[in-house]
């Protein structure tokens, strides 16, 4: 039995990332719900001056369970009320990340460009094995490398 093996299987992650991405689902499912409020109050939000983009939800109401809010403003309240807890999960991640090194795991090298091509043609199913990963695959790293460059957490 490894250090990381407790007995009902290896555990990839640390609880707070587990704790942090769970938080972030339900949150935002939440804000989603919110933000659906948000727009049957307010259905023409965003659009001055005539429709600038498609609205593929143009005259059609969201169900009421999934909805957050009753109405425009307390859509709005909800919206912004979660968005706090949401960051503070977020820089919670972050300074784990930070704090435990694990950062330099989540980071896309030139050396994974070979493996990350090769679990592309997994996906795509041109290659029936699936290619050999640490804790993260090549691809998941690119993706991890992307967002932090483009500046989301």
């Not at 498609?54 to 999934?66: K, S, V």
Request: charged fraction near 20%.
């Amino acid at each position: 039995m490894t250090s990381e093996d407790d007995g009902r299987g290896v555990r990839r992650h640390h609880r707070i990332v587990r704790v942090t991405h769970w938080c972030a689902a339900v949150l935002i499912f939440g804000m989603i719900a919110s933000g659906l409020q948000i727009y049957r109050a307010y259905p023409r939000f965003g659009e001055r001056g005539g429709p600038y983009l498609p609205q593929p939800f143009q005259d059609r109401a969201f169900p009421e369970w999934a909805r957050l809010g009753g109405w425009l403003a307390g859509g709005l309240n909800w919206h912004f009320f979660l968005m706090w807890p949401l960051m503070l999960a977020g820089g919670v991640y972050i300074a784990y990340l930070v704090a435990s090194g694990e950062w330099r795991k989540l980071l896309f090298r030139p050396r994974d460009v070979g493996p990350a091509v090769e679990m592309q043609k997994y996906y795509l199913r041109l290659r029936k094995e699936h290619p050999p990963q640490g804790k993260h695959n090549a691809l998941q790293k690119l993706a991890y490398t992307f967002r932090a460059l483009a500046g989301s957490p």
